[in-house]
């Protein structure tokens, strides 16, 4: 058994239960509580604040955690990233009120900054050089500077609605973050091997989400042409069709070059095009 910890709500929440749904681990949201099992696989999940998860994985209490790399660089304690995991992006910048003169980092020299990621602007601070008194704040960030609280602010940005919202306008971007899975590196053998099931389904879901399935007519003489378009996993599928000089062809193709494939294969005769989603490629 190994004990997975999740974000109890909040922006990872669904991400998080959408993969393990993915890699064919039954989540239940309804039935969610504080420590849920899951019905199909060796794992028990346990719901927190995001802030919280770096610590129950690091002191133990639990093996793995999905949660967002800027939390766990801003608490700074001892976990390994197994994996980066593709949602949750976002970065922490700093940025400043709209109506000030910005004229490079040495702006931000004397001046306060408002945030709840203290530890990562200490350190990009002192590594810039730059003295400023850090206010720390956990919650809306972003109206400090009109509540005269601080000069700037350093939080997370991922549209940046948020900053123009409030005529803040970003000027540094220092930190990017995405979720993350985390260990805590004490994993026995029987735990290890589930973490391992888990990474290969993760792959394999990462592998089929930009694929698609292409099933084509074509004219028997235009195979050799179709194969140098369709290059394929080994190689494309190939059926003769009950019409005399016709066959079938079969291949998976990256999504962002469908359409270009498409046109390359029209142009030497392809016909009845079909495009299907891949739903799962075992790696
Ligand atoms: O209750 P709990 O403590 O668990 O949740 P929380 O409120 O602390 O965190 P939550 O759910 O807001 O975010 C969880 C994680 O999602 C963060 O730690 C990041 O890793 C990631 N993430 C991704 C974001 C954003 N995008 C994001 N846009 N976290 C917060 N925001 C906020 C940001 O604070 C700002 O207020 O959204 C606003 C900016 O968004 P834009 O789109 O207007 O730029
Ligand atoms: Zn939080």
């Known amino acids: 058994m190994l004990r997975i910890v999740l974000q109890s709500k909040g922006r990872l929440n669904e991400d998080s239960t959408a993969l393990l749904n993915e890699i064919g681990i039954n989540v239940e949201d309804s039935k969610r509580s504080f420590l849920a099992k899951t019905p199909n696989f060796p794992i028990e999940l346990l719901y927190m604040r995001d802030d919280d998860i770096p610590q129950v994985v690091s002191s133990g209490t639990a093996s793995l955690g999905i949660v967002g790399l800027n939390e766990v660089v801003e608490k700074g304690l001892k976990v390994e990233i197994v994996e980066s995991l593709g949602f949750g992006g976002c970065r922490i910048s700093l ?91 004490h994993l026995d053998s029987e735990q290890q091997d589930i973490l391992n099931e888990m990474l290969f389904r993760i792959a394999s879901a990462r592998v089929s989400r930009d694929k698609k399935y292409l099933l084509l007519n074509l004219p028997s003489s235009a195979i050799d042409e179709a194969v140098k378009i369709l290059p394929s996993m080994r190689s494309p599928t190939v059926m003769p069709l009950a019409a005399d000089g016709w066959c079938s062809m079969h291949s998976v193709v990256n999504n962002s070059e469908l359409w270009e494939k498409v046109r390359q294969l029209k142009a030497i005769g392809a016909e009845g095009i079909l495009v299907l989603n891949v739903d799962k490629i075992i790696l």
Do not use: C, H, M, R
Not at 109 to 133: C, F, Q, R, V
Not at 147 to 170: K, P, Q
């Open 95 to 185: 940025a400043v009120p709209k109506s000030v003169e910005y004229n490079g980092l040495q702006w931000f020299e004397g001046k306060k900054i408002a945030t709840s990621y203290p530890n990562i602007l200490k350190k990009y601070l002192e590594e810039k050089g730059i003295n400023a008194d850090i206010e720390i704040i956990t919650g809306s960030v972003e109206i400090a500077p009109a509540a005269g609280i601080a000069d700037a602010i350093f939080d997370i940005v991922s549209s940046g609605s948020t900053l123009i919202s409030n005529a803040l306008v970003e000027v540094e971007k220092v930190f990017e973050s995405e979720a993350v899975l985390i260990s805590n590196g």
